[in-house]
Each structure stands twice: as structure tokens, then as C-alpha cells.
């Protein structure tokens, strides 16, 4: 399953596409713009807090490596004053931290599905670098698994950020395609640092670039403060005086503070109620109830504000090369 992707590039001017084809649907009115609707319909999505494994989107450049446990190390090496060189049965030894994370493809589209949220558990980082003594020349730390895959985040991230190295996800042993035995969990930066099936960490004193830097994709890779509306779905019909809105919202490492729901195009916004929160480090759910003055078309759109009191930028951004920015809307008609 090996993606390029500048096709995906290619994708996502498509996807605006559709985004000036949604507008244009709802400006005129005929029997074509009906089947438009019926075509780019989609139903509303029920977004449990915590995803369960089975419906975690997955992302891999390479098919899974096969892996046998016995043989199966960790080993931390480079600018180190003592490498290390653990086996499975010593990292379930350690202590470890468990902490709700929302992972993110640096790919994913306005209010796209390439995002869930899970429990992890797994060994601090920065005790495992601690022991092994890192040297002060040290600048990066990077990550490779077992498929040749490998990326990098700096030593300071690595030492203040509740980086983990995860072996449970949501109370189960980290399934296959989750990076099983054991994948670096990184709260706060796009998915593609969250390095799965790891076998080396390496310190360096250089800036390491990843398999997806070297492609031109961002290296801090921070996660966009955004949110999205997963009820009601896309060219849905309400037939009811209210509707009960809901959704999520996301700021990576930083917790959400506030989020708002226009349902007049974005000229006017309301507040929404922020239903549950877990961790800083995952989305929170919010919904509003939506009291519909009359019939007609209408657009809603979500924003949300980080806990350091930033607003999510309405300024559209393709996903590359820093991850997408701009306001997920959906239009609705009100019978
Ligand atoms: N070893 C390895 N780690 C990897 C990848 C990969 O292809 N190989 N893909 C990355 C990307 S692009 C993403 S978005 C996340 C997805 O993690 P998930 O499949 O558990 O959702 O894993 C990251 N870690
Ligand atoms: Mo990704």
C-alpha cells in the first residue's frame, strides 16, 4: 500500500472542489441541484469520546512487519553515555503513565475521518533517555521501526511533553496495525511522529529529517486548532423546530477552551455547550441546540478556541505542507 503523496495533493484540490460545488448547490434550486444533494449527501457520524480500536483510522507507507516478540528489542543508542538494549518483558517492568491522545494524519481534510482519539499506556520517554544518559550535544531523538519508517522529534519535546513509548491502547495490547509491540506516542504533533513498530531510538546532535520531511512535509508538525460538526451529516433534511448540533474540537497539546457554531454562514455565533473533555492532549465533544426560526437552507460552521486563548484561523490551507486550516461548514435544508 505504498502512497505518494503528491496524489493526495491532487486530492485535495478536488476536495475544494466539491467545497465550491457545495456553494454553488445551495445557491441555486432545481432538479439538478436535488440530485447534487442526494449525491454529496452523508450521514451524521456518532464520535464516541474514546475511538475503539477496531474503527482507529491507520495510516502505513509500508505493509506491516512481521514481528516475533522473543526476538523483538528496543534499543536506545547514538549520543548516549549508556546504551540501551531492552526486551518486551522489561518495558511492561517499568512504570509506565496512561493518557487519553488524539491522533491526527497531517493529511486529513476539513472535518475528515483520518483522526481518532485513544488511552494509551506506555514508559515516559524521558526516564528511558535519563538512563541512558543522554549527552548534552544531543538535538534529536529519533524514532525507526521495523519497517524502515523512521522520524524525529527534538530532545526538548522529547523531555517535557508526556512523550510515551505505548504498548496498550485502550486497555488491549496495541494491535498489529497500530505498531505493535510498541510505538511512540507524541501529544500534540500530527500522527506521522507517532512512529509504530519501533526497534531504535536514536540521539543525535543533527536535525534529522523523516521519511516524510525529506518529502517537504512540516518537521514540527504541531497539530491546527480546529473542530468539526458530525451532526448533522452533509445536505441532511431536519424536519423538527430544534436540533441538537454536535461535534469535536481539537488544539493538540493545548486543551479546548471555547467553541461556537454559526448556522447563518458564519455572520453570527453561539456558543456551544463543551460536553466531555478527558486530556489536554485529546478532542472534547460539544454539542448546541440549534432553535430553527423558519424553513429554508441553511450553512453551519463550527470554530473553536484553544485554552491559551487562540481562535482557529478561517484562512484555508491544503494539508501540505503543514496540515490543513480553514472552518468545517455543512449545509442542511429545514423543512
Ligand atoms: N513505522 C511506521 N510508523 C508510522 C507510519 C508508518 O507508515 N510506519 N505512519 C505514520 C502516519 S503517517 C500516521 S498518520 C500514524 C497513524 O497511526 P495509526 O495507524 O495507529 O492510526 O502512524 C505513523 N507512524
Ligand atoms: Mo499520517
Redesign the pocket.
Known amino acids: 500500500m505504498d502512497f505518494d503523496r503528491r496524489r493526495f495533493l491532487k486530492y485535495s484540490v478536488i476536495g475544494l472542489g466539491i467545497g465550491f460545488l457545495a456553494t454553488a448547490i445551495t445557491k441555486s434550486s432545481s432538479v439538478a441541484t436535488f440530485i447534487l444533494k442526494k449525491i454529496y449527501a452523508k450521514p451524521s457520524r456518532n464520535t464516541n469520546l474514546l475511538t475503539p480500536n477496531d474503527n482507529?483510522?491507520?495510516?502505513?507507507?509500508?505493509s506491516i512487519p512481521g514481528m516475533d516478540i522473543n526476538s523483538w528489542s528496543l534499543s536506545v543508542a547514538g549520543f548516549v553515555g549508556k546504551g540501551l538494549n531492552l526486551r518486551y518483558s522489561d518495558i511492561l517492568k517499568r512504570p509506565y503513565i496512561e493518557k487519553a491522545v488524539t491522533?491526527?494524519?497531517?493529511?486529513n481534510e476539513i472535518g475528515g475521518d483520518?483522526m481518532?482519539n485513544a488511552l494509551w499506556r506506555g514508559i515516559p520517554l524521558s526516564s528511558l533517555l535519563r538512563e541512558a544518559e543522554a549527552e548534552d550535544r544531543v538535538y534529536k531523538v529519533v524514532f525507526k521501526?521495523?519497517?524502515?519508517?523512521?522520524?524525529s522529534i527534538t530532545y526538548y519535546y522529547a523531555m517535557n511533553n508526556d512523550v510515551m513509548l505505548a504498548y496498550k491502547m485502550n486497555g488491549m495490547d496495541l494491535p498489529m496495525?497500530?505498531?505493535y509491540p510498541l510505538?511512540?506516542i507524541v501529544p500534540g504533533i500530527?500522527?506521522?511522529?507517532?512512529?509504530?513498530?519501533?526497534r531504535e531510538i536514536e540521539l543525535t546532535d543533527n536535525n534529522y529529517l523523516g521519511?516524510?520531511q525529506t518529502r517537504g512535509w512540516s518537521d514540527n508538525a504541531h497539530v491546527n486548532i480546529q473542530s468539526r460538526i458530525d451532526d448533522p451529516g452533509y445536505f441532511q433534511t431536519i424536519r423538527d423546530n430544534n436540533y441538537t448540533i454536535k461535534g469535536i474540537a481539537f488544539a493538540g497539546d493545548e486543551g479546548i477552551s471555547k467553541v461556537e457554531v454559526s448556522t447563518d454562514g458564519g455572520r453570527s455565533w453561539n456558543e456551544a455547550l463543551i460536553e466531555e473533555t478527558i486530556s489536554q492532549y485529546a478532542w472534547i465533544k460539544w454539542r448546541y441546540i440549534w432553535n430553527i426560526p423558519k424553513s429554508g437552507e441553511y450553512s453551519m460552521v463550527v470554530r473553536a478556541t484553544d485554552m491559551k486563548g487562540r481562535l482557529q484561523t478561517a484562512e484555508e490551507s491544503n494539508s501540505y505542507p503543514n496540515g490543513t486550516t480553514g472552518l468545517h461548514t455543512i449545509f442542511v435544508d429545514v423543512v
Open positions: 482507529f483510522y491507520t495510516v502505513s507507507y509500508t491522533l491526527e494524519c497531517i493529511e483520518k481518532s521501526g521495523a519497517d524502515g519508517y523512521s522520524d496495525e497500530h505498531g510505538r511512540a500530527y500522527g506521522m511522529k507517532n512512529v509504530k513498530w519501533l521519511y516524510w
